[in-house]
């Protein structure tokens, strides 16, 4: 190869790319590529420059010193580049370009995939790569470019656009409240079969009750402990036990608002309020870079009209 610094961006980049991503793998999908070729750029590169600049393990990998100084000196050359590229394709009119978007489970199958159709009619050079898990996963280091989530607190670290507010509510069938009675206060649901959220340790809930703040007096709180025959990991899940009668469950409201408006859920205690299960809002959230590239701001617009009404409001 000829010592020339031009015919080496290519593989300084996959080096950066590498650095934050934490593997070949997934280095090689972000760009595009087989893993054998982002193997080889590397190689190339440490031949160039003769040093070893990444370790292989089979279970990791990791950047040399001499690899780290290299990432250090270039990433914000390289974000630099992005930016103006971005820029410049959103010059040019058409926007297009890959998304990848994660989304939680329930709020992604119900309402963030029904409104992509629309999206792709008004934009069809964007391709989207949709991620439906409710495992919380760090949106730079999987490479994800948008991730919907709910939340009260958005991380700092990134750029945060709030879709909707959202409640929790406590729900269960017509026919459990016929067999078992309905609680009159968060108390009694000690004494309740409770479908929970899978997280570790016993399971309490907080209540707050609800109604004007009275100066200088805080909110009644109150927290009981509950156990019941299911504990699962997705809001559908324990949607679908509370539809067939098996206890009562703290839902969000975008999972369980259409079994709610169809009259096969009711919501119980409504002068309580939960605290601290699920957040209170649905927010897009971009990893932080000083502009947003345009199909990413066009998915955030669209969803935010999609679900400005929230979901209690929405139609079947």
């Given at each position: 190869m000829e010592n020339r610094n031009d015919l080496l961006w290519s593989q300084l980049h996959a080096l950066t790319v590498i650095a934050q991503l934490g593997s070949f793998t997934k280095?090689?999908?972000?760009?595009?590529?087989?893993?054998a070729a982002i193997s080889q750029r590397i190689s190339e590169l440490e031949r160039a420059i003769g040093q070893t600049l990444v370790q292989r393990t089979t279970r990791s990998v990791?950047?040399?010193d001499a690899g780290q100084r290299l990432v250090d000196d270039s990433s914000d050359s390289f974000a630099q580049i992005a930016r103006s590229l971005a820029q410049a394709r959103d010059a040019a009119g058409q926007p297009r370009g890959l998304l990848r978007v994660t989304a939680?489970?329930?709020?992604?199958?119900?309402?963030?995939?029904?409104q992509l159709e629309g999206f792709f009619r008004q934009y069809p050079e964007v391709r989207i790569e949709l991620d439906l898990s409710d495992r919380i996963m760090p949106l730079a280091q999987e490479g994800f470019d948008l991730a919907i989530r709910h939340t009260s607190t958005p991380p700092e670290s990134h750029v945060a656009f709030k879709l909707c507010g959202s409640r929790t509510l406590l729900l269960a069938s017509n026919a459990y409240v016929k067999r078992c009675g309905l609680?009159?206060?968060?108390?009694?649901?000690?004494?309740h079969a409770c479908l929970t959220y899978l997280r570790p340790g016993p399971v309490s809930w907080l209540f707050e009750r609800q109604g004007p703040v009275i100066e200088g007096l805080d909110a009644?709180?109150?927290r009981v402990s509950v156990s019941g025959p299911l504990r699962a990991g997705n809001s559908e899940v324990l949607r679908d036990a509370a539809l067939a009668g098996l206890g009562l469950a703290l839902l969000p409201d975008f999972s369980a608002a259409a079994a709610q408006r169809a009259g096969?859920?009711?919501?119980?205690?409504?002068?309580?309020?939960?605290?601290?299960?699920?957040?209170?809002?649905?927010?897009?959230?971009?990893?932080?870079?000083?502009?947003?590239?345009?199909?990413?701001?066009?998915?955030?617009?669209?969803?935010?009209?999609?679900?400005?009404?929230?979901?209690e409001a929405q139609s079947t």
């Open positions: 280095a090689a999908q972000r760009l595009g590529m087989s893993k990791r950047l040399t939680p489970v329930a709020l992604g199958r119900q309402h963030v995939a029904p609680p009159q206060h968060p108390s009694e649901l000690a004494e009644e709180r109150h096969r859920l009711r919501e119980l205690l409504p002068d309580w309020r939960p605290v601290g299960v699920f957040g209170d809002s649905i927010y897009a959230i971009h990893p932080w870079s000083s502009t947003t590239p345009r199909p990413v701001r066009l998915l955030v617009e669209h969803l935010r009209e999609a679900l400005r009404a929230g979901f």
